[in-house]
């Protein structure tokens, strides 16, 4: 048989070509469009690595400081009631002029005590505090630099007479180098401080244990509320229009927006019930109501997938509706459960908008030790100190996000593992 001169066999032989044809340009589009997703990844994590790795590091100097006996005497002894009378800063800064004795002027010492961080009097306050024999001698103290000068070291900003750091605080600097008193050290403070305004002192453990107790808060809300409605619905409710209406409601939460919950939270538990602002109960209570529609469809889901028999064979031999629920689905379950609450919970760690709204943008110094207390999350910090304008704060921002994304991989992973360590195919 022909078509147009051409044999039916040609025409197939060339509409098949056709179609293998169009598959490879599919599958060419697919691996394109994997590419290009891997190079964009890859380029967003390289640019923070560069960014955020130097603020892992950090500038110190080693200093011979003296703190007198003089200062501390009360009734002819020494007395730890003096140690908040004491000029810790004073004593440094005779320690920094042993360095230079020929820095005279105000103007040149005022330059010289700039090398130093705003911090470094604290410090030694609360080193003597800690151990009162200090008092009287003269020992070796490691004391953070300026942000500046950690920027000048790590070739970010150039000596300059109408810049952050003159040409004279240059060739301090130098000095201090070559004589091996200043230098770069692994930046402890980034991960045991809380947040400050001086770049050199500012660390995440403020925020990191501001997002454990509000997640603590989150979890403890909805990961039972979760369990309990996605038991009702999938295992007693009836099948009615309202149930129907209710799983409809439960599905479009899930895709709700984010900051809305946010202004729930601002309406009703800050305005209405009058609950404390910035606090993690509050925080937790709103991610707790976004979070709950994702446990909510993911344990209906796992419900769902143990198969009837399991409950067939349990009512068989006895077994009340409720204990089939709690002996054998309820467990069989578990392990779907547990991986949608673990996602809920990463994707409610990476949330700033209903957090803004509900005050937790504000600046924290203390480490918050209870729900109540006033605290800040890590994305909230992240967002505080992309808005800095020093420069030291874009790498504890781009460090920050890494610690954020390592939590986040880490929390994907256990679910991850959690998943295929108790799943059982059916």
């Given at each position: 048989m022909t078509v147009d001169g051409k044999n039916t066999a040609e025409l197939a032989a060339q509409r098949r070509h056709r179609r293998y044809a169009a598959e490879r340009r599919f599958k060419m589009y697919g691996i394109i469009s994997v590419l290009v997703a891997i190079a964009a990844l890859c380029l967003l994590l390289g640019s923070m690595l560069a960014q955020g790795l130097p603020a892992f590091s950090q500038a110190y100097l080693t200093l011979s400081v003296e703190v007198p006996t003089e200062d501390f005497r009360v009734d002819g002894k020494v007395d730890r009631r003096a140690i908040g009378d004491a000029n810790f800063n004073a004593y440094i800064r005779q320690s920094l002029r042993a360095k230079f004795p020929e820095v005279r002027s105000r103007r040149d010492r005022r330059s010289l005590y700039k090398l130093i961080s705003s911090g470094a009097a604290f410090e030694l306050q609360h080193l003597v505090t800690q151990d009162l024999s200090l008092v009287g001698k003269t020992f070796s103290l490691e004391i953070a630099a300026s942000d500046d000068v950690d920027q000048y070291l790590k070739k970010n900003i150039v000596a300059d007479n109408q810049g952050r750091i003159s040409v004279k605080q240059a060739g301090w600097i130098d000095k201090l180098v070559a004589e091996g008193t200043i230098g770069q050290n692994f930046n402890f403070r980034f991960f045991t401080n809380g947040d400050s305004r001086e770049p050199e002192l500012a660390g995440i453990w403020g925020a990191v244990m501001g997002?454990?107790?509000?997640?603590?808060?989150?979890?403890?809300?909805?990961?039972?509320?979760?369990?309990?409605?996605?038991?009702?619905?999938?295992?007693?409710?009836?099948?009615?229009?309202?149930?129907?209406?209710?799983?409809?409601?439960?599905?479009?939460?899930?895709?709700?927006?984010?900051?809305?919950?946010?202004?729930?939270?601002?309406a009703v538990f800050l305005s209405f019930f009058g609950m404390p602002r910035s606090a993690p109960l509050v925080g937790g209570i709103v991610l707790a109501l976004m979070t709950l529609p994702t446990v909510i469809i993911a344990g209906r889901a796992a419900l769902g997938a143990v198969p009837p028999s399991i409950r067939e064979a349990a009512a068989g031999i006895g077994a009340s509706p409720m204990q089939v629920v709690l002996h054998h689905v309820l467990p069989l379950a578990f392990p779907g459960i547990l991986t949608g609450t673990i996602i809920g919970a990463a994707r409610a760690l990476g949330e700033t908008a209903p957090l803004l709204m509900i005050g937790m943008v504000a600046f924290i110094v203390d480490i918050p030790t209870g729900i109540t207390d006033s605290a800040t999350v890590l994305p909230v910090q992240i967002f505080l100190w992309a808005d800095s304008p020093e420069r030291a704060f874009v790498e504890r921002t781009a460090a920050a996000t890494l610690v954020l994304l390592t939590f986040l991989i880490v929390m994907n992973l256990a679910a991850v593992l959690l998943r295929k360590k108790f799943e059982r195919r059916w």
């Open positions: 997002s454990l107790l509000t997640m603590f808060v989150t979890l403890a809300l909805s990961f039972p509320l979760g369990v309990a409605a996605a038991v009702y619905l999938e295992e007693f409710a009836p099948k009615n229009k309202w149930t129907d209406l209710i799983e409809v409601n439960i599905n479009n939460l899930a895709a709700v927006p984010s900051i809305v919950f946010g202004l729930l939270g601002l």
